[in-house]
């Protein structure tokens, strides 16, 4: 394998991965401020933001654990914006929602 693929590969790669990783958590943030700023959640599911926190907060442990910084640092961020949404969405939601039991 020639250089110039090897540094492609080992380098550019997990950057772009990282920014697009960054970038797919940070996309509901406009839906979950809006909804924050009309006071009302209306048909905003806020399970996928518990699902992405659970996700991101594995990844983090992974990353931390393997260590590879490729997987730890683009996850941090996707890990503060999902617990932002997470928290904002649950305290949107109407009461009888965030006392149901499953």
Do not use: E
């Not at 959640?41 to 931390?64: E, K, M, R």
């Not at 997987?71 to 961020?77: H, R, S, T």
């Amino acid at each position: 394998m020639g250089a110039a693929l090897q540094i492609f590969l080992s380098k550019v790669v997990p950057i772009l991965g990282g920014l697009i990783a960054i970038a797919m958590c940070a996309s509901p943030v406009k839906a979950v401020y809006t909804a924050r700023q009309q006071g009302n959640i209306g048909d905003l599911n806020p399970l996928p933001f518990v699902v992405a926190f659970i996700s991101t907060s594995c990844w983090v442990a992974y990353g931390l654990a393997a260590p590879d910084y490729n997987m730890f640092l683009p996850n941090i961020p996707g890990l503060i914006v999902s617990m932002y949404n997470s928290i904002t969405c649950y305290g949107l939601a109407p009461r009888k929602v965030r006392t149901a039991r499953c």
